[in-house]
């Protein structure tokens, strides 16, 4: 899982009226605004962020 395989995550609802903790992880993610992408190395602790608040979320591997 952690060898340099990569996967793109979109922020595609926004984060408005969520918890606190949730913001925090988009943010942690690395993700600024709806419909943002980012490109991220495929670890346990991204995969528990992306777990987390992937209701708002769009993932897609690579």
């Known amino acids: ?3 340099g395989r990569k996967i793109k995550v979109t922020l595609v ?5 969520t918890r606190r903790d949730h913001r ?4 942690g993610l690395g993700l600024k605004w709806t419909n943002h992408t980012v490109e991220l ?3 346990p602790s991204v995969r528990g962020m992306i777990d ?3 209701y708002l979320l769009k993932v897609t591997a690579e």
């Open 1 to 3: 899982m952690a060898d």
């Open 13 to 17: 609802k926004g984060i408005a009226r």
């Open 24 to 27: 925090d992880t988009v943010r």
């Open 41 to 43: 190395v495929d670890t």
């Open 52 to 54: 987390k608040v992937g």
